[in-house]
């Protein structure tokens, strides 16, 4: 893909003109935002429309369930802040005072993983799939492109119980249509037999120029974007499985808990085969670039092109261990 | 129902929902004692002769609501709900059964509640939504919640006293059951409150304390907090953790714990010798 041909944005900017769009269309949406209202770009609704924007300062836990109450009495709340933040500090706000009552309360989490980063680990978001995926009524949506951000928070709006909107900060490149998004609907970018890369966020757009490097070693990649980690869409992942035969996950996150694990309880259950999870593993995270950092941490193209190439050996061994 | 405003009446109200109390802990085996006796007479102060609620149409939007923020003196809300005629009586004695709709903490679904709750310290940010939520749409309703004085250990809490300060929420007012003991012991000795009215009044808070248990003296104190404007209103309700049962009051021990059959029986004379009294 050549560089500069493509539209660059990041996901919290597709947030941010929803949010807006939102705001115009119905004026049960509201927004909170504890403190970090322009990073997580909830700035532009605040200006348009300052009497439905609530401020709370540095108080996560308040605002979580201000918004439950604001949902109780009928309104579309989006709660605003860092992911590390709303779901480390609020979590169990998240769960009683919103998924217990299964409320239409949307929390959009910025600066997911590490691709913030010179913040470092206090601000990278690598834990935070994994902490929402476990709570009974939640939705989970990593967007992969502005586009898809946009969509999604649509889309998030529109269901009846929580959702949890993984946003980063980052420019990453617009790479698809998004007219057809639908939350829990997984969508199918290249095809290909001899592997599947099952990605979600900015993880997607190295994916696919992985897959067609490995063109030129004679393998046909199959990309996922798994942008709905919850509630997963298990039949594309069976399909994915059985028609290619291995699986290599690729996220910004821990191996522990994420899309990846999500996707090997579908695999393990229903159609076992051998499985590469990529992901940040068992570390916090730090400070850099995010080029410098996706390279640190072994997340670039030409890992995926490694693990992929290991992957399709391995699938052609009798003993897969 | 027919709202009482009688004091005496009342008072035979609040025996009678305290009877209902006991008998449905009594018959779960487990649940919060303490806690639940101690908030009587607020909860039927609120539901007789403060709040606008339509039990035939309970979701209409312009309702005053009650949030029990400590949700584990729901045997007391759920005795007064169903007196109020929100759910059938014999439902009371299905309290922790694992068909009932009355949890061993309230999850929504109950007719009459307004949340679910049970992990502390959520209840006033909730009441703050709602409130923020009426005065956007223009409802002039009231929100009440009441807390608990252990939960305010929480510093959720205190983000919400905030909040409800720095937006003048006048459309909330915050009630504490200011028992004085929470699980491990005396407040004082577990986390010690201090300057209790101070701190909420520092917050900006119009704050007022009462008796919790006196109906003339709730009657007094809510129709004086009622009347503030621009600032959200405390009542700092002084009670007594067991209240009305000789055994039970004044015991940390009593917190978690329900009367056994022989107990249960000894709490319901004295009560009856306490109905007669009045």
Redesign the interface.
Known sequence: MAEGAVKKEATRDGFGKALLDLGGQNKDV?ALSADLTESVRAHWFKEKYP??F?S??V?E???????????????I?FACTFGVFATGRAW??I???VA??NLNVNIAGSHGGISVGEDGATHQALEEIALMRVIPNMTVVVPSDSEEAYAATKHAAGIPGPVYLRLGRAKVPTLSDSSDFEIGKAKVLTEGDDISIIACGHLVAKAMEAAYQLKSKNIQARVINLHTPKPIDREAIIKAARETGALLTVEEHTIYGGMGSAVAEVVSEECPVPIKMMGIRDVFGRSGSPDELFKHFGLNEEHIIEEAVKLVERKGKKSRC | MKKITDTKELERKAVAIRKDILTMLEKAGSGHTGGSLSIVEILLDLYHRRMNIDVKKHDWKGRDKFILSKGHGCPALYAVLSDMGFFPREELWTLRQIESRLQGHPQLGLPGLEISSGSLGQGLSVANGMAIADRMDGVNAKTYCLMGDGETNEGQVWEAAMTAAHYKLDNVCGIIDYNKLQIDGFCCEVMDLGSYKKKWESFGWYTVETDGHDFEELNKNFNEVLQIKGKPQLIVAHTIKGKGVSFIENKAEWHGVAPKKDELERALLELEEAEKKI
């Open positions: 509201v009497e439905r609530v709370h300062g108080a836990q308040d605002m979580i369930s201000t918004a439950a109450g604001l949902a109780l009495s009928g309104k709340p169990d706000q769960r009683i005072s217990y009552m």
